[in-house]
């Protein structure tokens, strides 16, 4: 399927729009776009519910129980599948984990007959990644209305579950959003988790959000909240703040490397350090979404020390996604 044919196909409601019920309950997660403060409250507040505290048992509802959740991954992914899948079975669903690589998409069915079929089998929930902008609402604008679409990762557009368990993990650290310097580093023209991330916190009204990369990695106008600040040199990004999220280089979304520094000289201008972290503010807490590049974006210790909230952004993910399956079988059962 072509950009130009989703992007024909996607011009009526806005995805922001589309994800609503009409009587203005989630049905489909697409983007943090749309979501107001109280609504990301709401399921921020849901997804605590669902933590666990590492070596107790973990929390188990039956708020799934008789659904079928269908995990449709056509991008590699470890934590999000992965929890996804943690998520759906603690809630009591059925979980189908298509293997893509061996579905008969490869035989040229069309993403819409793969859907269509599954649909036919009764799965309630299509969690779908895709390398292609606007996959989700496409999905979305065709399926019927016992079917919810959860997007779980959209070209470098979107990644809204990412987003929510990120903005559980400050608030768990932090409290409230409007006091906070938050500090983005890293390949940020590529980064649908930036993305999501920015989108998020800007709703939160977070005090500022700095978005720090190379220029070869800055993001296009207009892709990012007016609220951020585009910065290039990291020492300046990184004082006096609160949060300071890395990204790996998104190499898969890169046609031409030329210009983007190399290793060494990456880490030297805007690898996450020890060192450079003694700029930001006391009790600074350091995150990455995910897969990391030890010594890349993030010195290897760093990632491992007492300031790292990487693995409880892995715990909360299970949590958030709880939360998210929860509320949009609540909606589409009250339709
Ligand atoms: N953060 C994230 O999306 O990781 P995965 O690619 O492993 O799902």
């Known amino acids: 399927m072509s950009v130009t044919k989703l992007q024909r196909s996607n011009n009526a409601a806005t995805e922001a729009e589309l994800q609503f019920t009409a009587n203005g309950q989630l049905r489909h997660l697409l983007t943090l776009r749309g979501l107001d403060r109280d609504q990301l409250n709401d399921l921020l507040d849901q997804s605590q519910e669902f933590v666990t505290v590492p070596g107790q048992s973990v929390v188990r509802s039956k708020a799934l129980l008789g659904k079928t959740v269908a995990n449709l991954f056509f991008e590699p992914s470890t934590r999000t599948r992965a929890s996804f899948d943690l998520a759906a079975q603690r809630l009591g669903a059925d979980v189908l984990n298509l293997d893509v690589n061996t579905s008969s998409r490869k035989k040229g069915e069309s993403i819409l007959d793969m859907i269509y079929t599954l649909e036919a089998m009764q799965v309630d929930v299509f969690v779908v990644r895709d390398a292609e902008a606007g996959v989700p609402a496409y999905i979305a604008r065709h399926v019927n209305k ?190």
Not at 228 to 246: C, F, N
Not at 274 to 297: C, Q
Not at 302 to 330: E, F, H, K
């Open 146 to 335: 016992y079917v919810s679409i959860l997007n779980a990762g959209e070209s470098d557009v979107s990644h809204p579950t990412q987003g929510l368990l990120d903005l559980l993990t400050i608030r768990q650290h932090k409290g409230e959003f409007e006091n906070l310097i938050v500090a983005i580093v890293g390949d940020i023209a590529h980064s649908r988790v930036a993305r999501s991330a920015a989108e998020g916190l800007t709703t939160m009204g977070v005090c500022e959000l700095r978005l720090i990369s190379p220029p070869t990695l800055a993001p296009a106008p207009g892709t990012f909240p007016e609220k951020a600040k585009i910065l290039h040199d990291l020492d300046e990004g990184l004082r006096g703040a609160d949060v300071v999220m890395a990204l790996r280089i998104q190499r898969e979304r890169i046609v031409n490397l030329d210009g983007i520094p190399g290793i060494d000289e990456y880490f030297a201008r805007y690898g996450v350090s020890h060192e450079r972290m003694k700029l930001a503010a006391p009790g600074a807490i350091v995150m990455h979404p995910g897969p990391m590049n030890r010594g890349i974006e993030i010195e290897s210790s760093l990632a491992d020390s007492p300031r790292s909230v990487i693995t409880q952004q892995v715990r909360n993910g299970i949590a958030v996604r709880m939360a998210v399956l929860s509320t949009v079988i609540q909606s589409l059962a009250s339709q």
